[in-house]
Structure formats: C-alpha cells, structure tokens
T-cell receptor
Framework: AQKITQTQPGMFVQEKEAVTLDCTYDTSDPSYGLFWYKQPSSGEMIFLIYQGSYDQQNATEGRYSLNFQKARKSANLVISASQLGDSAMYFCAMRGSTGRRALTFGSGTRLQVQP | GAVVSQHPSWVICKSGTSVKIECRSLDFQATTMFWYRQFPKQSLMLMATSNEGSKATYEQGVEKDKFLINHASLTLSTLTVTSAHPEDSSFYIC??????????????FGNGTRLTVT
C-alpha cells in the first residue's frame, strides 16, 4: 500500500519569498514516482513537477523544485519567488511501479501568498 | 496537448434522480481513465479505474451499482450517479494518463464537476 502524508494544512508566505511544502511517503514498491499538483479555487488540477525514485538529481521546473531525500522518504516542494497567483491547494501524489496506475494523493496544503 | 474535457462543470439535481458526467480526452487516446471524488477541504479519493472496452475496477467501499462507469471509446468515459442522494454531493474529477507514456507520465485532469443533490 502507498501512503502520502502532508502535515501542513495551511502555510503563509510573503510575496517574493520562497516556501517549502512538506511531503513524506511510504511504499513497498522498489520503483515509484512522486508528483506535485496545484489546485486553485476553481478546482482544476495543474501538474507541477515529477521526481522518479531512481533519479539522481532533484527535479526542477521553473520556480518549482523538489527536495527529494529518498532515505527519509520525503519529497518536499520548494516554490521560489512566490507570487500572489501561487495561492492555492497543493497536493503531493505517488504512483508505484506495480498494480494501479492511478495516483495516490496526500491531504494537501493550502498556501496563501501575502502581498 | 493532453487536454481532458469534463462536462458538466456543475449540476444540481433532486434526490432520486440520476446524473451523467462525461470525460473526454480531446487530443489523445486514453485506454484508461480514473475517476476521483473530492469532498470540501479534503483530498482526492480514487473511486474507480475506467477501462476502454471492459468493466471498470472500483475501489473498496465504492458502490458499483450506484456509480456506473462506461468507457465505450478511446476518448470518452462516463460516470453516472444513479438515484442520487444529498450525501453524493461532491466534486467529481476525471483524469487520464497522458500520451507520453512511461512511469513519469502525469495524470491530466478534467476541470471537475460539482454535484449538488437537493
């Protein structure tokens, strides 16, 4: 079974500052993928970034980077230079190598960027 | 690319009626689609996996007779909430794995359907 834990229900950050959203996971799969999605108040799910369990380097995508620590089973999302439009729910998700191809989601973190 | 369209965006229905939600992959073929449900301020919970040309696979605790899934073509999956009750009110969102394939391919989501049963 796979489990994703996001321990921060809500986070505040000042505009232009960086923020880290925490994500820890648990899986017995030897190979897996970790994803981050953004969900604005309108409801759509926007894919942000992916990290594979065997990737040697941390993933980066524009202002988004993933701090992947495999031994600690954590995959924290770092957003640099926060913008007001970054205010949204952020979900960490996982796909294992066996079984289902769906994603298992964490409980989410609501990020509010303050001017 | 990899656009998933979901319709309707919102629907209000009376208790006891049925509601059909459509999910289309617009620019790629999706042999598998996933249906999620999201209650207010909660996470996305997988309801079922929709397989083109075969029966859907339901998650534990999801009533297959209540949530009918049909995946008749490579670009269309439908979810029908039968005999809807107020407790079925929720945000339903479909997704499909992109044409990129591979372990790292993300799920592409529709914009969701907000169902309110009165």
């Amino acid at each position: 079974a796979q489990k994703i834990t996001q321990t921060q229900p809500g986070m505040f950050v000042q505009e232009k500052e960086a923020v880290t959203l925490d994500c820890t996971y648990d899986t017995s799969d030897p190979s897996y993928g970790l994803f981050w999605y953004k969900q604005p108040s309108s409801g759509e799910m926007i894919f942000l970034i992916y990290q594979g369990s065997y990737d040697q380097q941390n993933a980066t995508e524009g202002r988004y980077s993933l701090n992947f620590q495999k031994a600690r089973k954590s995959a924290n999302l770092v957003i640099s230079a926060s913008q007001l439009g970054d205010s949204a729910m952020y979900f960490c998700a996982m796909r294992g190598s066996t079984g289902r191809r769906a994603l298992t989601f964490g409980s989410g973190t609501r990020l509010q960027v303050q001017p | 690319g990899a656009v998933v369209s979901q319709h309707p965006s919102w629907v209000i229905c009376k208790s006891g009626t049925s509601v059909k939600i459509e999910c289309r992959s617009l620019d790629f073929q999706a042999t598998t689609m996933f249906w999620y449900r999201q209650f207010p301020k909660q996470s996305l919970m997988l309801m079922a996996t929709s397989n083109e040309g075969s029966k859907a696979t339901y998650e534990q605790g999801v009533e297959k007779d209540k949530f009918l899934i049909n995946h008749a073509s490579l670009t269309l999956s439908t979810l029908t909430v039968t005999s809807a009750h107020p407790e079925d009110s929720s945000f339903y969102i479909c997704s499909a794995r992109g044409p990129e394939g591979g372990r790292n391919s993300p799920l592409h989501f529709g914009n969701g359907t907000r169902l309110t049963v009165t």
